[in-house]
């Protein structure tokens, strides 16, 4: 395969892009017209476009996903529910009023020991 920088400038897009096939014919765009001459081109954009917009959703969706989780994380930190929930992994107990009583009473002696700043 020979580099893009050693064909003239002429060359079709899909030859300077290393495919064994022009994607048009060179004079594609000389109608001046919407409408190409070949359409059998146009057809094949068309379809390699429908196939981009096809994944799409997915990556949106998938990047959603993640946006939704990070802000829940942060919220979760925020909120204490992480600290409790690690309170309850750490003492190997299930999620009630006496353990919710008992991680607060650990948080104010915590919050107690720090010293205070400015």
């Known amino acids: 395969m020979t580099s893009a920088s050693s064909l003239p400038l002429d060359t ?34 068309l379809r390699r476009l429908a196939a981009r917009l096809k994944s799409f959703p997915a990556q949106v969706k998938k990047f959603h996903v993640g946006a939704y989780r990070l ?13 409790y929930s690690r309170f309850l992994v750490r003492q190997r107990i299930a999620s009630s009023q006496t353990a919710y009583a008992a991680f607060l009473s650990e948080q104010e002696v915590a919050k107690a020991r720090r010293p205070r700043c400015c």
Do not use: K, W
């Open 12 to 45: 079709p897009r899909g030859q300077r892009l290393g495919h064994a096939t022009p994607i048009c014919s060179p004079n594609y765009h000389s109608t001046g017209t919407s409408v190409p001459e070949d359409s059998a081109c146009f057809r094949s954009g």
């Open 71 to 83: 802000a829940m994380a942060i919220l979760n930190e925020i909120f204490d529910q992480s600290a």
